[in-house]
């Protein structure tokens, strides 16, 4: 089977992109860079719930992304909190990479966001999953008491992406 050129470099990229958060985040992770991935990926589940209540085709897409969007800002809040209090640089946008994501997901419509916004939420509380159970094992006493207190509400989250991606995430 011939792939084409295109979607072969897309696929490459994909791999890359996801490959590179995987080891990153194996790389002895600090307070900080924990503050700035935690926090990058705080924003972009906000912002990818604002564009699925505009873009999603599905009410339990939507209802997800309300959730979503609830929950995450008000991690984002305490985590923001806690981490001036500790003098730690907190990004106040998103980077390329997010930033990017985010753009590809606001292409899509109907049936076909619906099932990439529910592959995404997969993926993105896997990732959030393993950094926040490495957190707990902060020295510091703060951010892990903040990782461990986050940890269920992420759970559920994957709970609740994994139901909605077998019922969307066909197309």
Known sequence: MRIPTGRLWVAVAALCVSGGVAMGADKGLTDASFVKQAAQDGMAEVEMGNVAAEK????????FAARMVQ????ANAELATLAQSKNLKVPEKLDTRHRAMIDALKLRSGASFDAAYAKHMVADHNKAIS???????SSDPDLSAFAKKTLPTLKEHKKMADALNAKVGKS
Request: glycine share 0%; hydrophobic share 25%.
């Open 131 to 137: 950094l926040f159970t490495k957190e707990t094992q």
């Open 56 to 63: 999603a085709a599905s009410q339990d897409v939507k209802t």
């Open 71 to 74: 929950d995450h800002t008000k």
